[in-house]
């Protein structure tokens, strides 16, 4: 499930179980709503079946004032915006995906179980970094500020130390590691 704002650039993705209708989905949806905090909204899509089910279900669950709107049928150019908004996800998709296959050695399948999570990050990383023709970010545009946290790569480890831990055993190792790829 790939979805983004035309006036930020904002960006979501996510994986989803199944086409149709999936609470999951438009959980999802309901998310990328929250973050962009609009109060009226169009949700704008291609005509098939399990989309429609999808928007009809956020619109029956939301307050916001909602317009529901589709693509015309066989029609790809109307489409242009997500269709590209896609291949961008994809693009960094197979770019992290290969970085992190390359440093543990083996390959991420479709079943990995760290694969919805590098989907979420790839969109992520386009909201934080890719800069539009404005020259800014979309979390620029959405947040009115750049993003200048530190992020680690997908499935670097980390090292931690816990809360508490000083003044305890001073034999006691005091470093603990965080893996985000060992799920």
């Not at 790939?2 to 904002?10: E, I, L, N, P, S």
């Not at 023709?133 to 790569?153: M, N, P, S």
């Amino acid at each position: 499930l790939v979805a983004k704002d035309r006036r930020t650039g904002w960006t979501m993705a996510g994986v989803v179980p199944n086409k149709g209708k999936c609470a999951h989905a438009v959980r999802r949806m309901e998310g990328m709503m929250d973050i962009l905090g609009y109060r009226k909204y169009i949700l704008k899509s291609d005509q098939e079946a399990a989309i429609l089910e999808s928007k009809e279900q956020v619109r029956m669950s939301r307050d916001e004032e909602a317009t529901m709107e589709e693509s015309p049928v066989e029609d790809s150019r109307s489409n242009g915006y997500i269709e590209r908004a896609i291949q961008s996800v994809q693009d960094q998709v197979r770019t992290v995906k290969s970085s992190l296959e390359s440093r543990l050695k083996e390959e991420i399948t479709a079943e990995h179980p760290a694969l919805p999570w590098l989907l979420m990050h790839a969109a992520n990383l386009l909201n934080r970094y890719h800069r539009g023709q404005d020259g800014y970010t979309a979390y620029r545009r959405l947040k009115g500020k750049e993003f200048e946290q530190t992020v680690a790569e997908f499935g670097e480890e980390i090292w931690y130390m816990p809360l508490g831990i000083v003044g305890k055993d001073k034999l006691d190792a005091r470093w603990k590691e965080l893996s985000l790829i060992h799920i």
